[in-house]
């Protein structure tokens, strides 16, 4: 059947590799080694001073309305008088 020693051991080699291909294909490794999944605490998102500091200004204002409106507009006309008297700061 085999001319020489070596093609024999040629075929048994390849003969070997595809029954391995077939064994990887078949069987999920990943699966048996896989390490058992724990649950992961989560870090809850932190807030970001803007946002602290928006939260408590809607807090102010849940809690009395009436000296919201008023700071409300003291400050609209502080910043009416700056831009007539001609500032460059934005106001958003």
């Not at 075929?11 to 990943?30: D, G, N």
């Not at 102010?60 to 507009?73: G, H, T, V, Y």
Request: hydrophobic residues 30%; charged residues 35%.
């Amino acid at each position: 059947m085999f001319k020489t020693i070596a093609s024999a051991c040629v075929f048994v080699l390849r003969s070997f590799e595809s029954i391995l291909v077939l064994r990887k294909s078949t069987t999920h490794t990943h699966d048996l080694y896989a390490m058992p999944t724990r649950d992961v605490k989560k870090i809850p998102e932190k807030l970001t001073d803007a946002q602290k500091k928006q939260n408590k200004q809607n807090n102010k204002l849940k809690a009395d309305p009436e000296k919201a409106e008023r700071k409300k507009k003291k400050n609209d006309a502080c910043r009416e008088r700056r831009a007539e008297a001609g500032s460059s700061k934005a106001f958003s």
